[in-house]
């Protein structure tokens, strides 16, 4: 077996691989966004009244508010102009937090895996042609 046998096989082992793990990274990115939806940056105003805290914001060409909890009026850092994020599908759920970056991380990594069996791909036919 000469030198370039060797690397295509190792370069169609490891394009394989890379194709499987991208695919199913971005397989678990969609199931997610399908679970989940899509959130979206707004601007929400944290009221407080005798009752208690209310934030309200302004999404998908409407007002919408809820009560805050004790524990969610606590992290609240500018009351006047709070970042916040609503549900594109649902604009009446609100998150006063950033959502979480699994979803970013699964689909930064289902591209790297992706680019990674492109370019075993091309070393491949690289060796075949030259071997």
Do not use: K
Not at 14 to 39: E, K
């Amino acid at each position: 077996m000469s030198a370039w046998e060797t690397i295509g096989a190792i370069a169609e082992v490891i394009g394989w691989i890379g194709l499987g793990f991208g695919l199913l990274s971005l397989g678990l990115v969609l199931l997610i966004r399908i679970a989940d939806g899509r959130w979206l940056p707004t601007e929400a105003l944290v009221v407080d009244e005798p009752e208690g805290s209310v934030v309200r914001w302004f999404a998908e060409g409407e007002f919408h508010s809820r009560r805050l909890s004790v524990d969610e009026r606590h992290h609240v850092a500018n009351p006047e102009a709070e970042p916040a994020f609503y549900r594109e599908r649902e604009p009446e759920h609100l998150r006063l937090h950033e959502p979480p970056a699994g979803r970013r991380v699964l689909r930064l990594l289902g591209v790297v895996f992706l680019a990674l069996a492109v370019v075993a791909g091309v070393i491949g036919v690289v060796a075949m042609l030259v071997g």
